[in-house]
């Protein structure tokens, strides 16, 4: 059974300061991690995806992915109060539903 | 612009009928997929289908069926609606075999039994 682990929050962050959000998942063979951003009542909606390890920066996120400890992670900088959403981890295996794994999010909350 | 779109943004059903939900994509996806999202328990596979009139079961398919007609179109069918299926309901569509492609998400349909 492949699982992808968030921790579920409230994550409260004061605005300005940086977001920090984890995700690990169980299947080694995962090849490819998806962060998705889904605000209350709203579908999920992609903001970055990562293949190698290392960072990958796109504006005021950074993904940053550790395929040895199976960790992937998402920093917001300089949080708005529009940041505020739940943030699901994805990641793709390969094989069966040819479809993404995804954790439950964790819920991110930017005090103004 | 990709799009994923569903046939309603909010239903409201009695317990015993029988509902469809539409799934319409314009990005000639092979795999489609459906989708039940509630508090606490993250999204929740329920079908999903790789080709024309090919579907296949996700985590919780009971009470549940699929039909795919059309390569663009996936439908979700709730023979007999129970309470226990109010929630909200999303379809998404992805290439096939791809580890760099995303999943595309339609908006959603909050359905509510009663």
């Known amino acids: 059974q492949k699982e992808v682990e968030q921790n579920s929050g409230p994550l409260s962050v004061p605005e300005g300061a940086i977001a920090s959000l984890n995700c690990t998942y169980s299947?080694?063979?995962?090849?490819?991690f998806f962060w998705y951003r889904q605000y209350s009542g709203k579908s999920p909606e992609l903001i970055m995806f990562i293949y190698s390890n290392g960072d990958k920066e796109d504006g005021r996120f950074t993904a940053q992915l550790n395929k040895a400890s199976q960790y992937v992670s998402l920093l917001i900088r300089d949080s708005q109060p529009s940041d505020s959403a739940t943030y699901l981890c994805a990641v793709w295996s390969g094989g069966g539903a040819d479809g993404l794994t995804f954790g439950k999010g964790t819920h991110l909350i930017i005090q103004p | 612009d990709v799009k994923v779109t569903q046939s309603s943004r909010y239903l409201v059903k009695r317990t015993g009928e029988k509902v469809f939900l539409e799934c319409v994509q314009d990005m000639d996806h092979e795999n489609m997929f459906w989708y039940r999202q509630d508090p606490g328990l993250g999204l929740r596979l329920i079908y999903f289908s790789y080709d024309v009139k090919m579907k296949e079961k996700g985590d919780i398919p009971e009470g549940y069926s699929v039909s795919r007609e059309k390569k663009e179109r996936f439908s979700l069918i709730l023979e007999s609606a129970s309470t226990n299926q109010t929630s909200m309901y999303l379809c998404?569509?992805?290439?096939?075999?791809?580890?760099?492609?995303?999943?595309?998400f339609g908006p959603g349909t909050r359905l509510t039994v009663l």
């Open positions: 299947d080694r063979g995962s090849q490819s």
């Open positions: 998404a569509s992805r290439p096939r075999q791809g580890a760099r492609y995303e999943q595309f």
